[in-house]
């Protein structure tokens, strides 16, 4: 029976470059995945926003180092990722936005974030063509900035390989065996094979895995859709967030990438749980009113494609990022909701030190909000 040190369930947006970082430490590490090829899971569905402007300071820090490294792959590692640093934005058009905007900026400053708010004057010179009818201003971090998630996927896949990753891919995991002694076996359609320690990061499938593990996890999908249009001429480079409600939608969140098409998403009110995938007849209109309210400018842009994907949700909003208690060698990343693709580097490293030294890169302090075992009834992170 092929043996390893680690087996991760799920080659997607936390388990490549968990594979990558471990493999370069020179641990023996298989990720097995029932997809074809790497990112085909979650990953692919992202619309690619990375910043470090959030609320939570375990998110924050976690990708802050996600950052640092999308931003150095390119000089490191040779692979273009379209990583642009273009910011993110938030323009506030009521007075209750302005003010809970004003007072996340003060845990955001705490944690050494560079953001400011920008009068409505800037953000008109940041944003041109922004509509100006009532805007009051805005959050700006320069520092935040966007990517192409199936580019990253493949970077982080091909230099995992580089460093001796193996990879098994069109096999589901179907049971995972503590032994007696020391030793985990894990099983798929097609073989089995033996390890010293194994990462669930099977993401949507999260809860489905954690059963096999023997864990209840509590990762309940619900879906989010995107779109992308024709490609224009570079005019502005922060993902936008309007945090307004709108009939049937929240926050709508969009950016031009280096390619000029603008890459778009809405957060859907009330939530659609579950892990229906096909595109709704709803969404397009939805988010094209709001793209032509915001910018009227792009009012004759054609879209080319909309898709549908997963957010894994936990009831916090927060990832489970764990070593599961009186099971020796099991670890868990999962539940990371809208954030995967943002979180994934930093939550590796972090994973990595916990697999490797017993231990997170960032202070335990803040890492235990990544806990298991924590009280999930504590208010949910505000901005998604
Ligand atoms: C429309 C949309 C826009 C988004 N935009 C962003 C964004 O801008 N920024 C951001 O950070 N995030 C974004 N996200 C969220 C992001 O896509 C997810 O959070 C992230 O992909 C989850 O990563 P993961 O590694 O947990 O899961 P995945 O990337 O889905 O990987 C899990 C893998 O596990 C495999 N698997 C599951 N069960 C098994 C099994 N039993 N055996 C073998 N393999 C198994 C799956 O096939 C899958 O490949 C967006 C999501 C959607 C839907």
Redesign the pocket.
């Known amino acids: 029976m092929p043996n390893y040190d680690v087996i991760i369930?799920?080659?997607?947006?936390?388990?490549i470059p968990t594979s990558f970082f471990l493999a370069k430490e020179k641990i023996k590490v298989l990720v097995?995945?029932?997809?074809p090829s790497a990112?085909?899971?979650?990953?692919k569905?992202?619309?690619?926003?990375?910043r470090a402007t959030h609320s939570d300071p375990a998110k924050i820090q976690t990708c802050q180092l996600s950052l640092n490294v999308f931003s150095k792959w390119k000089e490191e590692y040779g692979d273009d990722i379209h990583f642009q640093r273009g910011g993110y934005c938030f323009p506030a058009y009521t007075e209750e936005h302005e003010k809970s905007l004003k007072d996340l900026l003060v845990i955001q400053k705490k944690y050494g974030l560079n953001i400011d708010w920008l009068d409505a004057e800037d953000i008109v010179k940041l944003l041109t063509g922004i509509n100006p009818k009532g805007l009051r201003g805005g959050t700006y971090s320069p520092e935040d900035g966007n990517l192409s998630p199936l580019l990253a996927a493949q970077a982080f896949y091909r230099q995992a390989k580089k460093w001796g990753a193996t990879f098994k891919f069109q096999?589901?995991?179907t049971e995972v065996e503590k032994q007696n002694g020391s030793g985990i076996k894990v099983k798929t359609n097609k073989g089995t094979y033996a390890t010293e320690k194994v990462v669930n990061?099977?993401?949507?499938?999260a809860q489905?895995?954690g059963k096999i593990m023997g864990v209840d996890l509590p990762v309940f999908p619900d879906s989010?859709?995107?779109g992308v249009t024709e490609p224009v001429k570079q005019f502005f480079n922060p993902m936008v967030v309007d945090i307004r409600e709108f009939p049937g939608s929240k926050n709508f969140y969009f950016y031009q990438e280096v390619e000029g098409h603008i890459i778009f998403?809405l957060t859907p009110q009330p939530i659609i749980p579950g892990v229906n995938r096909n595109s709704t007849s709803e969404f397009l209109p939805q988010a094209a009113r709001r793209l032509i309210h915001l910018f009227p400018r792009l009012r004759n842009i054609r879209v080319r494609r909309v898709w549908r994907?997963?957010?894994?949700m936990t009831p916090d909003g927060v990832p489970i990022v764990d070593q599961i208690k009186d099971l020796d060698g099991y670890y868990v990343a999962?539940g990371?909701?809208?954030?995967?693709?943002?979180?994934g580097p930093g939550i590796a490293l972090n994973l990595v030190s916990l697999i490797t030294k017993g231990k997170p890169v960032l202070p335990e302090e803040i890492f235990k909000s990544y806990s298991l075992y924590r009280d999930y009834s504590r208010p949910s992170e505000a901005l998604k």
């Open positions: 369930i799920g080659a997607g947006s936390v388990g097995i995945d029932e997809l990112g085909q899971g979650q990953n569905a992202a619309i690619g926003g990375v096999e589901k995991v990061a099977a993401g949507a499938n489905e895995v989010h859709e995107g998403c994907g997963l957010y894994p999962v990371f909701c809208g954030q995967g693709l943002m979180l």
